[in-house]
Structures are given as structure tokens and as C-alpha cells.
T-cell receptor, first 115, second 116 residues
Framework: ETGVTQTPRHLVMGMTNKKSLKCEQHLGHNAMYWYKQSAKKPLELMFVYNFKEQTENNSVPSRFSPECPNSSHLFLHLHTLQPEDSALYLC??????????????FGAGTRLSVL | AQKVTQAQTEISVVEKEDVTLDCVYETRDTTYYLFWYKQPPSGELVFLIRRNSFDEQNEISGRYSWNFQKSTSSFNFTITASQVVDSAVYFCALSEWETSGSRLTFGEGTQLTVNP
């Protein structure tokens, strides 16, 4: 148990659906991250939030919309996805963003399949 | 540009064998951190170790040991007397300031399978 909980663990959606991924951390951290993990590719950083403010958007398509209502919760709203968006979506948290030494703690991910 | 290379895509060993996972990194920064994470089949990345660029001492934690050599830009990970529960994907990662503002750059991972 890493202290970072993601729900749902598995999600199947059609290209016209709207769904949301949820991440919650119980570590008292102030930075939260979304990563995409596709087969045969390194982890790709998508978004970074620091004290609820988005500090990084790594050229992510607008069909992915993040939301961070407080430092403990992070959402990823999905709309009109493509089959190539099928992947494992990982959430992470760390004390703050921008610290070289920061250890990021990860959730177990949401395995997304887009049909 | 920063880069982390894990040349071994897959490794398969028999239980109790020792195994070394290689990690080579590229950076122009003088101050940086290196990490290893383990990803078991359940999916979450589990933090294993963090090492800063000024500390080249090798580290041992139980059956795990890490060899950091700045001269060869390598940060290799050895599991001694491997066990089936060690089967996972292992990621090496780099955090640097000047080039990437402390963003974590991950290698592509090494899938380790330990057979009984």
C-alpha cells in the first residue's frame, strides 16, 4: 500500500463516452501527477499539479482534462477518446513539485481500454 | 538531453540466482538524482532507492544492492539470491534540474522473471 489510491482499476469505454479517473493520496503531499504507460514505451508525464495549481501540461490532447480540487485529490476527465489512448494511467504524488530529490509515490493505476 | 537507457528488455533467471539490472543515463547537469522503482503485476510503481550525484557509495538493502559509477554514467541494480516474488518490471529514473526542472525521466524498464 503506497498511500495513493486510484479508481477504477479497470475501465472500458467507447469513443463517445465520458468518464473520469480518480486519484486520492493520504500522504500529506502537495504535488500530484498523471502519467500514461503504454506497452513498449517509457512512462509519459501528462500533467503536474502543485498546491492545486497546474504547473505542467506535457502537450496532452484536450480530450484529457485534469482537475485538482485539493491537494489530496486528482481527477482525469476523459472525453471522445481514441483507441490509441488505451493504456495504464498512473497517478503519483510527492511532497512538492520541482524538488530534485522528491520521491514520487504511485498508485496502482487504471487500465483503460477504448473500443 | 537527459536520457535513461535500460538495454535489457527482459531477463529470466532461476530462483536463487543473482541478477543485475543495468541502467545507463545521460545528463549535462552536475546535480541530479537517480531512482529505481519496481512495478509488480498489480501495477503500482514501488519506490526502491534514491541516490544523489554526489554520493557514489554503493548501497545494500537486504538482498538488493546498487552500484553507482559516475565515470561510466551507470546505476546498476543487483538482486542476490532472487526469489519468485522479485518478478516484476524494474524502472530506472533520472531527476535533474537544469535541463528538465526536476522532471523524472524513466527508462523503458526491464522485465525480470524469476522461475521456481
Amino acid at each position: 500500500e503506497t498511500g495513493v489510491t486510484q479508481t477504477p482499476r479497470h475501465l472500458v469505454m467507447g469513443m463517445t463516452n465520458k468518464k473520469s479517473l480518480k486519484c486520492e493520496q493520504h500522504l500529506g503531499h502537495n504535488a500530484m501527477y498523471w502519467y500514461k504507460q503504454s506497452a513498449k514505451k517509457p512512462l509519459e508525464l501528462m500533467f503536474v499539479y502543485n498546491f492545486k495549481e497546474q504547473t505542467e501540461n506535457n502537450s496532452v490532447p484536450s480530450r484529457f482534462s485534469p482537475e485538482c480540487p485539493n491537494s489530496s485529490h486528482l481527477f482525469l476527465h476523459l472525453h471522445t477518446l481514441q483507441p490509441e489512448d488505451s493504456a495504464l494511467y498512473l497517478c503519483a504524488s510527492s511532497p512538492v513539485a520541482g524538488g530534485l530529490e522528491n520521491i514520487q509515490y504511485f498508485g496502482a493505476g487504471t487500465r483503460l481500454s477504448v473500443l | 538531453a537527459q536520457k535513461v537507457t535500460q538495454a535489457q528488455t527482459e531477463i529470466s533467471v532461476v530462483e536463487k540466482e543473482d541478477v543485475t539490472l543495468d541502467c545507463v543515463y545521460e545528463t549535462r547537469d552536475t546535480t541530479y538524482y537517480l531512482f529505481w522503482y519496481k512495478q509488480p503485476p498489480s501495477g503500482e510503481l514501488v519506490f526502491l532507492i534514491r541516490r544523489n550525484s554526489f554520493d557514489e557509495q554503493n548501497e545494500i538493502s537486504g538482498r538488493y544492492s546498487w552500484n553507482f559509477q559516475k565515470s561510466t554514467s551507470s546505476f546498476n541494480f543487483t538482486i542476490t539470491a532472487s526469489q519468485v516474488v522479485d518478478s516484476a518490471v524494474y524502472f530506472c529514473a533520472l531527476s535533474e534540474w537544469e535541463t528538465s526542472g526536476s522532471r523524472l525521466t524513466f527508462g523503458e524498464g526491464t522485465q525480470l522473471t524469476v522461475n521456481p
